[in-house]
């Protein structure tokens, strides 16, 4: 399953590429991407457990990036 997410208070550029890092070692994500300048996140992952995989990829975030939200819709 492949979604995209809007990012809210990302930064920086090396903080995506920090979190694009951590999301992308997570069992289960087949590709990810976290755009800085468009403020987008693209995860493609199992699709059986993608919801528990999203959970994951927040924290991973939220370790990088504190203030930078993730907009689950």
């Known amino acids: 399953m492949k979604k995209v997410f809007q990012l809210v208070d990302l930064d920086c550029a090396n903080c995506a590429r920090k979190m694009e890092e951590a999301i992308a070692r997570l069992d289960g ?5 976290v755009n800085f300048l ?25 370790k990088v990036e504190p203030d930078c939200e993730i907009i689950l819709k």
């Open 38 to 62: 468009t403020q987008k996140m693209t995860l493609t992952a199992d699709d059986a457990r993608f919801d528990s995989i999203l959970k994951q990829a927040v924290k991973a975030c939220k």
């Open 29 to 33: 994500v087949e590709q990810v991407s």
